[in-house]
Structure formats: C-alpha cells, structure tokens
C-alpha cells in the first residue's frame, strides 16, 4: 500500500467507526509498555507470578495468543511502537549512518525516531488528542559522533561515584530530554528514562513514571488523550527488581528525590510475594502490576474507562532477546481491554504484531495521516470487534542480519550476513566480530543456549509439532515445498521495504548468500563451543 491510499483509508475509516466513542467518537488510549518480558511470566498466560491486574485485564478484555514483535531488543521495537514502521524502514541519521540507503539494512540500537515527527505523538496531536509520554524512551536520534556530546556539560558519566553536583545535572538532563519528546511530536512529556539504567541513578522507580502517568490522566480527563507510559519493569537481572523495592526509593530518571514518593506500598508488596510462596526473583512482577493497577483504578476514578483502550504489552521477550526465535523472543504478552467494544474475557488467536497499533491508533482517531508517513501496520480493528478475526496470514521480524516469517503453525528464520561482516570474521580481529555476531544485534544472541539450529542460516521449526523451535528441517526434502513457500514470503517482504537488498533473497552490492553466511555460522558455533555457554 502505498503512502496516499494508506492516508486515505485511514482517514475514511475514522469516520467510519465514530460511534464508537462519547466526545467526537475517540477513544482514550493508554499503551503500558514493559521491558523485556517473557510470555509465560504472566499470570494470565499460566505464569507463577502475582500479577492480579493482569488478571483483571484478562477478565475484562481480549487475552492474545498470537502477538509479536519485529525487533528483539529495547530501540528498534520501541522504535515501531512508535511509529508503526519497521526498523529497516527508519530514515534516522543514526540508522543511516550504519546502514546508507541501498545496503542491506542491519537493525537493532542503531535506530532512532526522526526529527520529521512522523509518528504516533504528532499525528495524533494533529487529530486532537493530547499525547503523552513517561517512562523509557531509547530512541533517540542522534548525527553520527554525536552520541558522547548531545547534552553538553549536563552529561552525566555512567557506572561512577554519586556526588550532589552530578545529582544537579541528572536533574536539569531530565528536563531537557522531556523537552526533545515534545519538540518531537508528544504534547506532553514528563518523568523520563533515556536508557537502560546505570550507576550512579540505577534503580528502578514505578512509583515515578506512574506519578506522571496520573497526572496526564487528570489533567486530560476531558479530551482524548493518547498515553505512552514505558515501565523500566521487567528488564533484569531479577535480583536488581528486589534491591530496588528495598533499598532505592529515591532514585528516579532526573536523579535521587528528597523524600519518598509512597505510591506504592513496597514493604505490602514483599509481604504479599510471600505469603504468595513465591521469592524475590517474582518481587518485579507484582510491582509492575502494582503500578498499573494504579492506573486502572484512575480511570475507574474518574468515571472514564469504559471509552479508554489499555493495552498491556512487551518491547520483546528476556529469555531468547536479540534472536527471532518465536518462544521468549518475538512472541510477547499481550491484553487489550476498551469496554466499550472489546467483549470481556475475549481471546485472541489471531496474528498481530506491533506495527499493528499505530495505524489502528490513527484509524480510531480519524486521524489524517501526512502523505509521505510510511506505515507497515494494519488495523487491529476487526480484531477488536471479533477475537476470531486475524489480520495476518504471516508476521515478519528482523535483527542485525537475521530476518525471520512466522506463521500459526510454522517458523522460518534466515541468518544472512553483509560481505563486510563475513570480512571482519575472517580478519585478524575476528574473536571480535563473533562476540558481536553473538552479541544483542547479532540475530543470535540468547537464543543460542536453547535452539540446536540457532547456527544455521536457514531455520524451518513446525510450531504445532515443535512448539519450541528444536528441530530444524531446513534440511529435510519432505519441507522442501514448505521452506519455498516461506522463503518466498520473505523475498516479498524484503521487496516490499524499498531499496534494501538481504542476502540472496534481494541480491545487491554487499551481500552474500546461504553458503557464505553458513561458513561465518560454522565458525561461530565452534567459537559458542570452545568458550562455553554463558548467557548475554
């Protein structure tokens, strides 16, 4: 589809499902984004955890089964959130940086959202929604060498000793980031995280983010409003969840607070992890859902969650991040909850992914979306309507050199690796590049501990027989007709984002096929063997 017809259903459509909402048809919407979270850790998808509003979302909106992600780690998905887009498609300066428009594209921290405002916070403003944003962000755009110098002298070093002088700079750091959000798009922006967490200010803080989710509900309860709140839960290790709970209660994104916030009871939340039987490696969980809870319990407050879409949902899975394995990888926890339409205790077996919520966004807002936005999406809508409805015969991945189709009942994952990387494997510092190849941006990474084929540059997994992607039949002639099938999928899509060639699928200058790619994986399955199985 291209861009003006993509603009013109969109914006037809909106009015089409006007009677949906109360105040000019739109409905409130709130994405409460969480980090690195595996499916089964729910309560809900039959997880050991305690995770009771979780279990009320299932209760009282749609449970989905079939929902995934295009990226495995935090930018390049969080990136799509956003925008609707996928990674590959991004024309960031830091993307195009690494990977100039004509090359084959090589997605994972390079990505960043663009200064042109193409994405969810400014359509929709433009639509009349008041768009916010709290929490974790990661995807900012930056010009080549600029990465150590963006805030000047208010940069603030990582894994250093505290000081009240570097306390002052986090604080004022924290200001200017809110204003880079808004001067990209969002209306609104407050109680933000750059980054992953590091020392001096490590330490997660829900009471912090979900203050300032509180405060936008309150102060836009009578307009639509679009929330991104983007929870620093679950990313690990588990053991700093608990460290947090107990010991950092003043530690927050903009540095170290005078007093306590006291949302959150945290001394109730280990008493109820305990008499739970559980331990405090699951102390994170009930904490994050904790904190949603507090907004649930807002917006029953203020009388308006019957017309406000809540959708609970994972950046990517922890246990397989940065592979495009299926289990603990992309495939993601996911519940929608939206009263008004969506039947309570629905379930979803459909095939959806994240590129899916912007345009259903921008459809349920009758938004009217610039000519050149390119989105990858498709509406979620019909899904809504009906839980039997699925709006993918297939969902697409991609990390580093790894791309990857998946079906209901089969997964195939293609590992094809630029003439430059094959280079630097057979070059003098080649132990380097093989802890990158199996490092986060890789395509590897993770899943290397769990998958015998996770070495193979072609990867075919029955899911219905095979449900954890152990036995690889790339290989066997009675697949030969179904690896076809899939391979030709994946061509499609390749084509289909614009000038990027991959591998032998798109040939083009730079890249290289099954066999070369094959001879980099043989080495570095040797190299995974010879220095043992220590996880990223």
Not at 9 to 31: M, R, W
Not at 139 to 152: A, T
Not at 254 to 268: F, N, V
Request: glycine share 10%.
């Amino acid at each position: 589809m291209n861009a003006l017809a993509g603009t013109l259903i969109f914006f037809l459509c909106g009015f089409a499902f006007s009677s949906f909402g109360a105040k000019d048809g739109k409905p409130n919407i709130i994405v409460f984004l969480v980090d690195d979270y595996d499916k089964p850790e729910t309560s809900p998808y039959g997880g050991k955890v305690l995770t009771p509003n979780l279990d009320r979302l299932a209760k009282e909106g749609m449970l989905c089964h079939n929902a995934h992600v295009t990226s495995t780690v935090c930018t390049p998905s969080r990136y799509t959130f956003l925008t609707g887009r996928y990674a590959s498609s991004s024309h960031s300066k830091t993307f195009l940086a690494q990977c100039p428009e004509g090359t084959q594209a090589l997605p994972a921290f390079n990505v960043g959202l663009e200064s042109d405002r193409m994405n969810v916070g400014k359509v929709l403003a433009d639509a009349g929604y008041a768009t916010g944003f709290v929490g974790k962000y990661h995807v900012h755009d930056m010009d080549h060498g600029q990465e150590d110098s963006l805030f000047g002298d208010l940069e603030v070093p990582k894994n250093v000793e505290y000081s009240d002088e570097l306390n002052r700079r986090k604080f004022k750091l924290e200001k200017l980031q809110r204003e880079l959000i808004r001067k990209n798009g969002f209306t609104w922006a407050r109680n933000v995280y750059w980054g992953n967490l590091k020392s001096p200010f490590k330490g997660h803080n829900p009471d912090w983010t979900t203050k300032a989710a509180l405060e936008f509900i309150e102060e836009h309860k009578d307009e639509p409003f679009y929330l991104h709140c983007c929870s620093t839960l679950l990313h690990g290790p588990n053991g700093e969840w608990f460290k947090s709970l107990m010991e950092k209660e003043l530690v927050t994104g903009e540095g170290y607070l005078g007093k306590p916030l006291g949302l959150i009871d945290r001394e109730s939340v280990w008493k109820r992890i305990q008499k739970a039987g559980l331990t405090e490696a699951e102390a994170g969980y009930l904490w994050m859902d904790d904190s949603l809870g507090l907004i649930l319990d807002k917006l029953d407050a203020l009388k308006i969650a019957d017309n406000t879409i809540v959708v609970f949902v994972s950046d990517h899975g922890s246990e397989r991040k940065g592979s495009l394995i299926k289990t603990r990888g992309t495939e993601i926890p996911c519940l929608i909850r939206w009263p008004k339409v969506i039947p309570a205790g629905s379930v979803s077996l459909g095939l959806f992914q994240n590129t899916d919520f912007v345009p259903t966004w921008f459809e349920l807002a009758g938004a009217k979306v610039p000519e050149d936005y390119r989105i990858d999406g498709k509406s979620l809508l019909p899904m809504f309507r009906d839980p039997r409805v699925s709006v993918r015969e297939f969902v697409y991945a991609e990390q580093g050199p790894g791309r990857s189709i998946k079906t209901k009942d089969w997964e195939y994952v293609s590992l094809r690796f630029t003439d430059e990387q094959i280079a630097s494997a057979n070059g003098k510092r080649s132990e380097r590049a093989f802890k990158s190849f199996l490092g986060l941006s890789g395509g590897i990474s993770r899943a290397k501990d769990f998958h015998p084929g996770t070495f193979s540059a072609d990867q075919l997994y029955n899911l219905v027989e095979d449900p954890d992607s152990q036995n690889n039949l790339a290989g066997e002639r009675a697949q030969a007709g179904q690896l076809r099938k899939m391979k030709r999928r994946l061509t499609a899509m390749v084509r289909n984002l614009g000038d990027r060639p991959y591998g032998d699928f798109v040939p083009g200058e730079g890249t290289s096929d099954a066999t070369a790619s094959q001879k980099v994986l043989d080495k570095l399955s040797a190299y995974h063997r010879a220095t043992g199985k220590s996880r990223n």
